[in-house]
């Protein structure tokens, strides 16, 4: 059996994180969409639809996967909604024939033949799911799928993420095949405790399992001074030097934190750098991004009400008392940055200042500071990108230039609305 996963239209709810990656990329909890997905039906081999500016780098992350490849799907094919959100099933219930499984009339999963999929793959390539429902509901009964939710919005990884990482990271018993030094303060439960080969948590560092358990991947480093409070995913390769890490935390693969900053229920994607003082909370946050020491974000409005964030061009009430920002990937904030509650900042921006509303793709953002915003030209986030991922080792190619000349076409109309002029920015 193959599981298909698409995007559906509501991929837009999730931008500016969504304009670099598949909506099934995004991570709550210990893994990706994808990854959850496919742990829930374990046996099938993996096929991606995606838009097509993103086939190339999605092939290049996943090359196990069949990525934009209806030509090559054969045997049942169990197409399975990006968003879905598997809490107390796995996905085999749903591999019934003459069934297509909504939530809230939306598309969740249907079990189709190959033929099937080539003949409908332009409307799943495109995301265009309420034209599919529509004709795979004229053959086929209609039933709410149970044991599973539709992830409508960007701050429900954030909310959701702490109660994720607790489960996710309790299935399996701890395990230390890295190094522990003896020195080292260990709270609560052992067993709660994964320290991955070639891991190493050092003396005079601190690991809290009292609340939750914490991983801690391969070739990863916890430094003396360092604070990490369960439920906590550290992926591999991730230096923490002097940092409080708090519950409910995601840090990505090679990300670096440091200098006695603090972060909270934070998803962090792989390669990002905290590495100074500063808070990060309740917050989102894209690869490749680079927090200049002192940024720090607000989680919490003086008035203790609910935070609004802009969805589509207008505030949406979350209902949360507590989050704080959304940054997309290849970001950069200078000394001193400070974001508001609720805000969005886009691909490859640069920021300074007091962040006070949502900034667009591509551009250099310095409103507080009395600076009009000016487009950051395609050409210098390309070559910044290229310079940052050298540094760790990555080859920045041609695969994900492309995207990003794909992304700075799409937000041009962003940056016009907001203002942002072409020019030179003069600091």
Same mark, same amino acid.
């Given at each position: 059996?193959? %599981?298909?996963?698409?995007?559906?239209?509501?991929?837009?709810?999730?931008?500016?994180?969504?304009?670099?990656?598949?909506? =099934?990329?995004?991570?709550?909890? +210990? =893994?990706?969409?994808?990854?959850?997905?496919?742990?829930?039906?374990?046996?099938?081999?993996?096929?991606?639809?995606?838009?097509?500016?993103?086939?190339?780098?999605?092939?290049?992350?996943?090359? @196990?996967?069949?990525?934009?490849?209806?030509?090559?799907?054969?045997?049942?094919?169990?197409?399975?909604?990006?968003?879905?959100?598997?809490?107390?099933?796995?996905?085999?219930?749903?591999?019934?024939?003459?069934?297509?499984?909504?939530?809230?009339?939306?598309?969740?999963?249907?079990?189709?033949?190959?033929?099937?999929?080539? /003949?409908?793959?332009?409307?799943? #390539?495109?995301?265009?799911?309420?034209?599919?429902?529509?004709?795979?509901?004229?053959?086929?009964?209609?039933?709410?799928?149970?044991?599973?939710?539709?992830?409508? *919005?960007?701050?429900?990884?954030? #909310?959701?993420?702490?109660?994720?990482?607790?489960?996710?990271?309790?299935?399996?018993?701890?395990?230390?095949?890295?190094?522990? /030094?003896?020195?080292?303060?260990?709270?609560?439960?052992?067993?709660?405790?994964?320290?991955?080969? &070639? +891991?190493?948590?050092? +003396? %005079?560092?601190?690991?809290?399992?009292?609340?939750?358990?914490?991983?801690?991947?391969?070739?990863?480093?916890?430094?003396?001074?360092?604070?990490?409070?369960?439920?906590?995913?550290? &992926?591999?390769?991730?230096?923490?030097?002097?940092?409080?890490?708090?519950?409910?935390? *995601?840090?990505?693969?090679?990300?670096?934190?440091?200098?006695?900053?603090?972060?909270?229920?934070?998803?962090?994607?792989?390669?990002?750098?905290?590495?100074?003082? &500063?808070?990060?909370?309740?917050?989102?946050?894209? /690869?490749?991004?680079?927090?200049?020491?002192?940024?720090?974000?607000?989680?919490?409005?003086?008035?203790?009400?609910?935070?609004?964030?802009? #969805?589509?061009?207008?505030?949406?009430?979350?209902?949360?008392?507590?989050?704080?920002?959304?940054?997309?990937?290849?970001?950069?904030?200078?000394?001193?940055?400070?974001? =508001?509650?609720?805000?969005?900042?886009?691909?490859?921006? *640069?920021?300074?200042?007091?962040?006070? @509303?949502?900034?667009?793709?591509?551009?250099?953002?310095?409103?507080?500071?009395?600076?009009?915003?000016?487009?950051?030209?395609? @050409?210098?986030?390309?070559?910044?990108?290229?310079?940052?991922?050298?540094?760790? &080792?990555?080859?920045?190619?041609?695969?994900?230039?492309?995207?990003?000349?794909?992304?700075?076409?799409?937000?041009?109309?962003?940056?016009?609305?907001?203002?942002?002029?072409?020019?030179?920015?003069?600091?």
């Amino acid at each position: 059996m193959f %599981l298909l996963l698409f995007e559906d239209e509501c991929y837009v709810n999730f931008l500016p994180l969504t304009y670099t990656k598949p909506v =099934y990329e995004l991570k709550c909890g +210990a =893994y990706t969409l994808c990854d959850r997905l496919w742990r829930a039906l374990p046996e099938a081999k993996v096929a991606l639809a995606c838009r097509s500016y993103l086939a190339k780098v999605i092939s290049k992350l996943r090359p @196990q996967a069949y990525v934009n490849r209806p030509d090559e799907l054969s045997e049942e094919i169990l197409l399975v909604n990006g968003r879905a959100l598997p809490l107390q099933s796995g996905l085999a219930e749903l591999a019934v024939k003459g069934t297509v499984w909504v939530k809230d009339n939306e598309l969740v999963a249907c079990l189709l033949s190959g033929e099937e999929v080539r /003949e409908l793959w332009e409307l799943i #390539e495109q995301g265009r799911s309420n034209e599919l429902l529509t004709k795979l509901k004229e053959e086929r009964e209609v039933r709410e799928a149970t044991g599973l939710r539709l992830i409508d *919005h960007l701050w429900e990884l954030v #909310e959701l993420n702490p109660q994720l990482l607790g489960l996710d990271l309790s299935r399996n018993p701890g395990r230390i095949d890295g190094v522990v /030094e003896d020195l080292a303060v260990i709270k609560g439960d052992r067993s709660r405790l994964t320290v991955e080969e &070639g +891991a190493e948590v050092e +003396a %005079l560092s601190l690991i809290d399992l009292r609340e939750g358990p914490v991983f801690i991947g391969k070739g990863s480093r916890i430094e003396a001074g360092s604070r990490v409070v369960g439920p906590v995913y550290i &992926g591999r390769n991730v230096v923490v030097q002097g940092a409080f890490i708090r519950k409910g935390c *995601h840090i990505g693969d090679g990300c670096r934190l440091g200098g006695g900053g603090e972060v909270e229920e934070t998803v962090l994607h792989g390669y990002t750098n905290k590495y100074h003082f &500063g808070f990060l909370g309740h917050s989102y946050i894209g /690869e490749w991004v680079n927090l200049a020491a002192g940024t720090t974000n607000s989680d919490l409005k003086n008035t203790y009400g609910t935070v609004k964030v802009k #969805e589509g061009g207008r505030p949406v009430d979350t209902g949360l008392l507590k989050l704080g920002c959304f940054i997309a990937d290849h970001v950069k904030t200078s000394i001193g940055t400070y974001i =508001y509650t609720g805000v969005k900042v886009g691909v490859g921006s *640069h920021i300074h200042g007091f962040i006070t @509303q949502d900034v667009p793709s591509f551009t250099i953002w310095a409103l507080s500071l009395g600076k009009r915003p000016v487009e950051l030209r395609l @050409q210098s986030a390309v070559e910044t990108a290229r310079r940052m991922c050298s540094r760790r &080792g990555v080859v920045f190619g041609e695969e994900e230039a492309k995207v990003l000349e794909e992304v700075f076409k799409a937000t041009e109309r962003e940056r016009e609305e907001v203002g942002v002029v072409k020019g030179e920015f003069k600091p």
